[in-house]
């Protein structure tokens, strides 16, 4: 029996596997939702910023402005979503936010002018906010507790394939059918994946079906953080942002997502200069392929076990020699190491953020939270491609801009050495 009554019925899906905890069958749900949400959304910018540069002839500044202002507008509404589905719940905001990606990134495809950018950006960066990273980390915090890493790094292993996948695949129809027909494709996609898993898989809440956590309430006992008066504790937003743990937060994931983002927008781009267009593409797809390897070791073998401070903390150390590599190392060998490296760290940092928010912040607030840190996070973050367009142009290449990046990834580990756990 639930608070509100007698139990729901789970949905039909779990009969196919009915001795196994509904919590995966959410979890891999998630996955293929981050697969064409966050795929097109996050690994699809460089695709569209290589496509409007070589097919439109727009300059890399004006179309990286566009693409800051897609990080920036996520930033801005992550609150506001955050607060809506601790309030109402996922899937309500997950469809709408289906809805609009479709709809931008049609309009996307027939923009005339750098200037028309700009509206269509920030109507793709609400649908994302809606659909991408805040609803699937929120519902994967809200049925895993003890093993919480595990569960989160299989389902953002989708955000990765997505990477794996998409991108060479939406790059390919650019080339051949033109950046027109090949974001109608993409919407299509959008819809097509992400309506049906949304309705007929994802469900909020364990407690609507009588079920507990993880599958079993005592699966978290032994660990002070995930005790329960810690992870049911209701914070409300001022409180939150007030707190020593959401400054450093906000300040570390800011730094390194600023460094990551800034890349891998760049990063078709750059490799486009270094090496011939199937060595650039083969070389930008290691990256998300790393990432699903990394993701999984990191995710599924230790960060239940350990520290997950420390653990970000390494992460944090892998970019900064990841960023270093790129700007020191040249020819295919160089660029395919460092892109194997750099990899490794893009969807575990990601997943380290939703961890230790979760972890410290709790299941009831999550949503407002996450949505808190991701206004700092995705501004900042949405200040990468602006920031290395710059630089790029300042310092007349990507490599010193590549060191000085590695360098404010240093930065981000001191400020994860001044997180603490508040009372």
């Not at 507990?212 to 008066?229: H, I, K, R, S, Y």
Request: hydrophobic share 55%; proline share 5%; with cysteine.
């Amino acid at each position: 029996m639930t608070a509100g009554g007698p139990p729901r019925p789970l949905p039909r899906i779990h009969r196919l596997f009915p001795g196994v905890f509904y919590g995966w069958f959410i979890v891999f749900g998630s996955a293929l939702l981050a697969f064409v949400a966050v795929g097109i959304g996050f690994y699809g910018q460089p695709v569209l910023l290589n496509g409007l540069v070589s097919e439109r002839g727009w300059s890399l500044a004006q179309v990286s402005a566009a693409s800051t202002l897609f990080f920036v507008v996520a930033g801005v509404v992550g609150p506001g979503v955050g607060m809506l589905i601790d309030r109402f719940g996922a899937r309500v905001a997950i469809l709408l936010g289906l809805g609009l990606m479709a709809v931008a990134l049609v309009a996307v495809g027939h923009a005339g002018s750098p200037g028309e950018l700009m509206p269509i950006y920030a109507l793709l960066a609400l649908g994302f906010a809606l659909a991408g990273a805040i609803p699937s980390s929120a519902l994967v915090t809200r049925w895993f507790v003890a093993h919480r890493s595990r569960a989160m790094a299989v389902s953002q292993t989708g955000v990765s394939l997505g990477g794996v996948l998409i991108v060479p695949l939406a790059a390919l129809l650019m080339e051949r059918e033109g950046i027109e027909r090949a974001t109608g494709w993409l919407a299509l996609a959008v819809v097509a994946l992400g309506v049906p898993v949304t309705l007929w898989v994802l469900r909020s809440d364990p407690e609507v079906y009588g079920l507990e956590t993880d599958g079993d309430a005592t699966a978290a006992q032994g660990n002070a953080l995930l005790d329960p008066a810690r992870q049911y504790r209701i914070w409300r937003a001022g409180e939150a942002v007030r707190t020593g743990a959401f400054l450093w937060l906000a300040v570390a994931f800011g730094c390194v997502l600023l460094g990551q983002v800034g890349l891998l927008i760049h990063a078709l781009s750059f490799f486009n200069e270094e090496l011939d267009s199937r060595q650039a593409a083969f070389a930008f797809s290691l990256m998300p392929g790393a990432s699903v390897v990394g993701r999984l070791v990191v995710g599924g073998l230790f960060a239940d076990r350990v520290d997950k401070r420390r653990l970000c903390i390494a992460l944090f150390c892998v970019q900064a020699l990841g960023l270093l590599a790129f700007g020191l190392l040249r020819g295919p060998a160089g660029l395919v190491a460092a892109s194997l490296l750099f990899g490794l760290t893009i969807g575990n940092i990601f997943m380290m953020q939703s961890l230790l928010t979760g972890e410290i912040f709790g299941i009831p607030s999550f949503g407002t939270v996450f949505g808190l840190l991701q206004l700092v996070t995705q501004m900042a973050a949405g200040l990468g491609p602006l920031v290395v367009g710059l630089l790029h142009s300042a310092l007349g290449g990507y490599a010193p801009t590549w060191l000085l990046l590695s360098g404010l990834s240093g930065f981000a580990i001191f400020a994860l050495t001044r997180l603490r756990v508040p009372d």
